[in-house]
């Protein structure tokens, strides 16, 4: 996948999303499911986390937020996590056959890159598999809202988030915050691990992520991985966290406010069917 000059950059691509970046099928807007701020409002918690005085409070914030589900010891995270990764080198296949893989000089690749590398040194303190993830950051050329970090920390954006919400740093440093969330506190491997424990799914061959080999298939299981949600207290989790991670790596927090402004924009007066 050798990168493409800037100029050959295809920002209008057909890519979907691999299975393990946002379980569900929801297409609204980042699935409509953002509410990053919103609880805050008004609470003083925003302002706080922004001042270099509170730079213990943010310790502590941090540690009090990294909480990983007891239901994720069902199932295997090295399995999870090897399968979010061909899932990942998919993607990035399909967009490189597209023109649609953001060359190594595009400056929104570098901005995204930076922020991660401002993001990622306070992973390990939250999750201590996270030290031994091989991080990734790409951007993905296709109109579509999303972002998202997957398992063992493989992150994509989606040009269209970048380019129709004029986001600044510190409203991409919020989203990216909010998506690494998601991976530190396991959401998609607590979710599986839910499957395993009340429908009676008792296995999970490689064969369910794509490795080959014996054991259940994503058919064989009805589906069921595409169809599962992240819950709204996983999502609290994850803004809650995620505020603190940015706010940490130096970004102001309370730009999820405008964030959260921007991205309820492009769906009013428009049916939802979330």
Request: with cysteine.
């Amino acid at each position: 996948m050798s990168p493409l000059p800037a100029s050959h950059f295809n920002t209008d691509a057909q890519v979907p999303l691999p299975e393990l970046a946002h379980p569900g099928t929801c297409r609204c807007v980042l699935h409509a499911r953002r509410r990053l701020g919103g609880a805050l409002i008004g609470s003083g918690a925003l302002a706080a986390l922004g001042l270099p005085q509170a730079a213990a409070a943010q310790q502590d914030a941090l540690a009090s937020q990294c909480k990983v589900s007891s239901l994720t010891k069902l199932v295997s995270a090295n399995q999870i996590e090897q399968g979010a990764a061909q899932q990942y080198q998919q993607m990035l296949q399909q967009a490189a056959q597209q023109r649609a893989l953001a060359p190594a000089n595009s400056p929104q690749l570098q901005r995204l890159r930076y922020i991660a590398k401002r993001i990622i040194p306070l992973t390990a303190g939250c999750n201590p598999r996270a030290k031994d993830w091989r991080w990734d950051v790409n951007l993905i050329g296709s109109s579509d809202l999303n972002a998202f970090c997957m398992p063992g920390g493989k992150i994509a954006f989606y040009f269209g988030i970048l380019a129709k919400l004029k986001l600044d740093d510190d409203e991409v440093a919020t989203i990216m915050g909010h998506e690494v969330a998601h991976a530190l506190l396991e959401h998609s491997r607590e979710h599986i691990a839910k499957s395993v424990a009340t429908r009676g799914v008792i296995e999970l061959g490689s064969a369910l992520l794509g490795l080959g080999g014996a054991g259940s298939t994503l058919a064989n299981m009805g589906g069921q991985l595409l169809t599962l949600k992240f819950s709204r207290s996983n999502e609290s989790e994850a803004d809650a966290l995620g505020l603190v991670l940015s706010a940490k790596a130096g970004y102001r927090p309370d730009a999820g406010v405008r964030l959260w402004q921007k991205m309820m924009a492009p769906t009013r007066g428009r049916r939802r069917n979330c």
